[in-house]
């Protein structure tokens, strides 16, 4: 249990949310929860106590005797192992490891936090969606294989690896704008998808509309370095420029997607004002299934009933919309590749060897469609075991359980 006087160390603030009622962020040792009117109130006049029985007579007190010192007391008790056991909600990467530690950036973010002054955003953001909306409107969008050789890919990937650093350079230097601190940058797996992220864990402390900044800021970035591609290639029409253009239109769809957890989902997480909203999406649709099957226990009430009447129909469809995409990803897409990677790799590999043993090269593209499929099967195949492992410990477990 958390010893009593580290509570003074425990920080409550207001917490903007779409909840009907008052919500409050506590922070303990780098760690954030979301909490009621309720558990902020003790936990305030606890701070202000010297031990945790002057604390517990202050509160019956303040509540004006509502409640006895045995119920304050257990109460309290629970808070504390709550604080103390209590774990971060583990973060959705199969793989990750840090690159660059925040220390090492802070100067760089200090000196891009004046591209977030509204005078200046919203200029650069206006250009870039004219120039980026024209390019969408005019351009056919298609890609003549014959222009991409092998120093075309090598430039398009170092392209990516850039982008991709800036990206994370925007949601960095978004935090230094609105004075928090930003974690370390580095590189993981998220399902199927390779990634950069930046720890911006820091951000709950914000109003909802600076999260929603933050949030946006690494697209922000992309949108900047995009601009003079942007102009050269309307200037040249060089081909290289236009996959550029297309490969960072393709990122900000991707990266735009509510559902997975990139920024998309944390962007709609901060409009709609609902911490852990895909957790709570299903609460929702579990609460919904018991009900019409007269098993909801009493007194259960999602979170997602709780909030404001005017977000409800949003928070609804977004839960009903986002659990059939992840039925639809992971029971048809993915089947759908195991197939695909089934019937058509055999036939790529022996014309590969074909190729080996007759003293030629291998077309690039036979090559390049191996090492695609190999490597997105191994993610896969990591990915699944990720997922099955604790299913079958927790099924091992109960047998054991059961012998016992």
Excluded at 27 to 45: F, R, S, W
Excluded at 211 to 229: D, E, K, M, T, W
Aim: proline letters at 3%.
């Amino acid at each position: 249990m958390l010893a009593f006087d580290k509570i003074k160390e425990i920080e409550v603030s207001e917490f903007h949310t779409s909840n009907a009622e008052a919500t409050y962020l506590a922070t303990y040792g780098g760690k954030y929860y979301e909490i009621n009117a309720v558990v902020a109130g003790v936990l305030e006049i606890a701070k202000q106590a010297n031990t945790i029985d002057d604390a517990v007579i202050r509160y019956v007190e303040a509540s004006g005797n509502r409640y006895t010192e045995d119920d304050v007391r257990k109460f309290l008790d629970r808070c504390m192992e709550l604080f103390d056991t209590a774990e971060q909600p583990k973060r959705p990467f199969i793989l990750r490891f840090d690159l660059v530690s925040a220390e090492k950036i802070t100067w760089l973010t200090r000196k891009l936090a004046f591209l977030f002054d509204v005078r200046i955003l919203f200029p650069l953001l206006a250009i870039a969606a004219v120039l980026d909306g024209y390019f969408c409107a005019t351009d056919t969008l298609l890609v003549t294989a014959g222009s991409i050789d092998l120093y075309v890919i090598i430039g398009l990937l170092l392209f990516i690896i850039a982008s991709s650093c800036i990206h994370e350079l925007g949601h960095a230097a978004a935090c230094r704008y609105y004075g928090i601190e930003h974690g370390n940058v580095g590189f993981g797996l998220y399902l199927n998808f390779p990634v950069f992220y930046t720890d911006v864990s820091n951000i709950w402390r914000l109003k909802r509309e600076q999260r929603c900044v933050v949030n946006l800021a690494g697209i922000y970035f992309q949108s900047i370095i995009l601009l003079p591609v942007l102009v050269a290639y309307f200037v040249t029409g060089h081909p290289v420029l236009k996959y550029l253009i297309l490969l960072t239109n393709i990122n900000f769809v991707i990266t735009l997607n509510p559902f997975f957890r990139f920024d998309g989902y944390w962007l709609m997480t901060d409009l709609l004002g609902i911490a852990n909203l895909r957790a709570k999406s299903m609460e929702l649709l579990r609460y919904l299934y018991y009900r019409m099957r007269g098993k909801a226990p009493d007194g259960w009430k999602p979170a997602l009933l709780m909030v404001k009447p005017a977000y409800r129909y949003a928070l609804f469809a977004y839960s009903v919309v986002v659990n059939l995409f992840f039925g639809y990803y992971f029971f048809y897409i993915i089947p759908l590749f195991i197939i695909h990677f089934v019937e058509s790799f055999p036939g790529l590999f022996r014309t590969m060897l074909a190729s080996l043993s007759s003293g030629t090269m291998p077309d690039f593209g036979i090559i390049q469609q191996i090492v695609a499929q190999l490597l997105f099967m191994a993610i896969t195949v990591y990915f699944l075991y990720r997922m099955v492992k604790p299913l079958a410990r927790s099924i091992k477990w109960k047998r054991v359980s059961d012998r016992s």
